[in-house]
């Protein structure tokens, strides 16, 4: 069996705000209730506590079930230096 993706929402969001400090940009991705489909928001260093399938339309409350993100790391920042 493979091994979930999601996290607890609080420890998610916790540990993204840090990133979104360091100047990342984040996105929420969490695994849909209904048809098990991994899906990512599009609005960036937002978490949201519910989602709804563009698959199958089941909302899955995401502070229940946990998410998990996806962290974008650019610029001077994170050591690239153009």
Do not use: W
Request: hydrophobic share 30%; glycine share 10%; with cysteine.
């Amino acid at each position: 069996m493979r091994k979930s993706l999601d996290y607890p929402f609080d420890d998610v969001v916790k540990n993204a705000s840090a990133k979104i400090r360091e100047g990342a940009t984040v996105y929420q991705k969490f695994t849909c209730a209904g048809c098990g489909r991994r899906l990512g928001m599009d609005e960036p260093n937002v978490f949201h506590t519910s989602g709804t399938c563009d698959n199958c339309d089941a909302v899955t409350d995401i502070r229940k079930r946990g998410c998990n993100f996806m962290a974008v790391l650019t610029g001077e920042r994170h050591g690239n230096r153009h």
